[in-house]
Nanobody, 115 residues
Framework: QVQFVESGGGLVHPGGSLRLACVVS????????MGWYRQAPGKQRELVAS???????YYSDSVKGRFTISRDNAKNTVNLQVNSLKVEDTAVYYC?????????WGQGTQVTVST
């Protein structure tokens, strides 16, 4: 069974940085692309970044140049370095495969950007 456990969120000021981490259990990690998604209050969940098994990356326009996704296949982890945070980045951040396994969403990690 696949499980995603996210961590690393917090409360930061605009311009701040965080490093989000996701540990993935199950045998899928080295096979599937992995993604970071976020859901802000009142909005649909959206993909912000993804990375393939051979390290090809994708970023949404809203985070390009500020967020960096990486993966460690030996540790079954996928990380998201988030820099130059903006108030509009406030959301719960989740990791999942890309496209996502709808039955396997984890609890996510809250990122709050506030003055």
């Amino acid at each position: 069974q696949v499980q995603f456990v996210e961590s690393g969120g917090g409360l930061v000021h605009p311009g701040g940085s965080l490093r989000l981490a996701c540990v993935v259990s199950g045998s899928i990690f080295s096979i599937f692309p992995m993604g970071w998604y976020r859901q802000a209050p009142g909005k649909q969940r959206e993909l912000v970044a993804s990375i393939t098994s051979n390290d090809r990356t994708y970023y949404s326009d809203s985070v390009k140049g500020r967020f960096t996704i990486s993966r460690d296949n030996a540790k079954n982890t996928v990380n998201l370095q988030v820099n130059s945070l903006k108030v509009e980045d406030t959301a719960v951040y989740y990791c999942n495969t890309g496209p996502p396994l709808e039955s396997a969403w984890g609890q996510g990690t809250q990122v709050t950007v506030s003055t």
